[in-house]
């Protein structure tokens, strides 16, 4: 079954923005696969803003979040994968969800294909 993680952080998402707030991300920043700016850490977790106007080409899918955001004024490409995200609320009354432990299946991703897929062209003699 897929993990109802992500479809929860999308609606808590937009509703925050339909009520003209600001979204705040609460990530787990121990989690292997994230990728935070690690000097705004505390506590293991980070709390980041992920207004439209504080990121770009943000990406909320099945699998992660990502986006590209300044911090003391250095870019960074952010990638938050879907189970290291804990909360998504608004900075003006913290209203929103805080998400319920949850049973994430391993990706196949991690796993290592025997034969890697060739990437471009390839040329065959043909007679």
Do not use: C
């Not at 998400?99 to 994430?104: A, I, L, Q």
């Amino acid at each position: 079954m897929i993990p109802k993680r992500s479809y929860l952080l999308n609606a808590a998402y937009e509703w925050v923005v339909d009520n003209d707030m600001t979204p705040y991300l609460l990530v787990d920043a121990t989690h292997s696969d994230a990728v935070v700016p690690v000097e705004f850490v505390q506590d293991g977790k980070i709390v980041l803003n992920i207004s439209m106007n504080a990121v770009r080409n943000l990406l909320m899918d099945k699998v992660a979040v990502s986006f590209e955001a300044r911090f003391s004024g250095k870019p960074m490409q952010v990638y938050v994968p879907i189970q290291a995200a804990l909360a998504v609320y608004a900075k003006e009354d913290g209203d929103g969800l805080f998400f319920p432990e949850e049973d994430f299946p391993e990706s196949s991703s991690n796993e290592k294909d025997p034969k890697p897929e060739k990437k471009g062209f390839s040329l065959k003699v043909v007679k």
